[in-house]
């Protein structure tokens, strides 16, 4: 949750209500004010009854004119008022305090007895995270300033400021809503970790060379065969020369290997059934923890691309040196939403397919599944170096977590790193969670 802060003021976040439970509040609150007018003028209806003179009628009529004095004097506050918001910075890190200027004007020489300006932000998915409110008064002719911090502890981008003004008039018995319609933008950006070790290598494509058996009695485009492994392609089996081997023994050939000393980290923005705080968290976990190994792999001179679908479900590789090009990531990467995560697997196996790509692959996910796992346990057979990490939010923890992660147990067998953590700093522990 976002938290509000201010130099004036201090509110208590709270829900946003439902529209039924605003229906209700304000049939509530309209209910109070009517039963209020309604008796007092019942009471101001008595003295004609007894009193059959002009002086009877008098409070009653000070009644109405007093009622519609006050409901003039609105129609006059409402269009004497004049507000803005400003924030002083349009993007923070993850995290940071943002302080935000709400400037309020009385344009008119009457006194503005009270108005009610209520504040709020929203979550990834723009629904109202966060919200409070206060009152104040405005003298005739004055402006007035009001601060206030707002805490953003997710990544994405966020709306925030004033979501209404309500007006009051001098009696109190009604009232005048103002819907802001401008919306205040905040860039919310992930905050980036210095890790002390991640294992890469930078050997696999040495390494993936050692098994060859040269030919040379056969001019097609390979460079030579080693024995079938589970994952191997079928299209790759040498079927002339595994006739020769004992029945169900197969020979595969290998091509050229034109690997680079590099890290390919193939981003799944896709994620269980959770609620929006628990996906928040998981997105900030999933995108922090593939910057930071794209950080650690740049300064260790190494080659490094990060793969995903793009909002428009386009494969994009993109490689983040600088600002410009970490803002083009942001602006292509979509949010987090509840999906099975197959395509994200399916670049997976396509990265490990690939001739031309990287000697690490890592695969930063909050999923669990045997297709993923697979497709690690193939890349390790192929003489790549894959890096499973894994994210699960916060709320996850004893029995339920371990259950979750279960599957995980094959990439021990396998000799594969994996990671399972609920924020990137915890790649500086080992295994994370």
Known sequence: MRAFGSNRTKGKAADAPGIMERLRGWMGEFGGRAAVLLLALVLCAIPPVFLNSVFGYLPLLALLLAVGLSFG???????????????LVPSCERGTNVDFVLNFQN?????????????YISDLFGDVDTQTSFSMPLMP???????FQASFDHIGTYTAGIQKIVIYDLLGLFTHTIHNQEQHQVEVLPRIVDLEKVPLSSQASADSLKPLQTLTNDDLDYAGVRNYVWGDPIKTIHWKLSSRLEPGE?????????????ICIVVDTSAPQYGNESLMFVFDGVVEGALSINQYATKAGLDSVIAFYDKYHEERRVRVINALDFAVLSDALPRIQVKDGQDAIALLQREGNSIHGQDNVAFCTSQVSEAAISAMIELKMRKRNPIYLLVTPPSLKGEELQEFVRPLRRLDDAS????????????NQEGGR
Do not use: M, W
């Open 73 to 87: 004097y609105l129609q006059v506050l409402k269009r004497s008022l004049v507000f803005s918001e400003e924030s």
């Open 416 to 427: 594969i790193g994996y990671f399972v953590l609920s924020q990137a700093e915890e790649l």
């Open 250 to 262: 197969y020979l595969t050939r290998l091509f050229e290997c034109f690997n680079n000393p590099g």
């Open 107 to 119: 344009t008119s020489p009457l006194l503005f007895p009270r108005f009610e300006t209520h504040i």
């Open 141 to 147: 002719r004055e402006k007035r300033d009001f601060s």
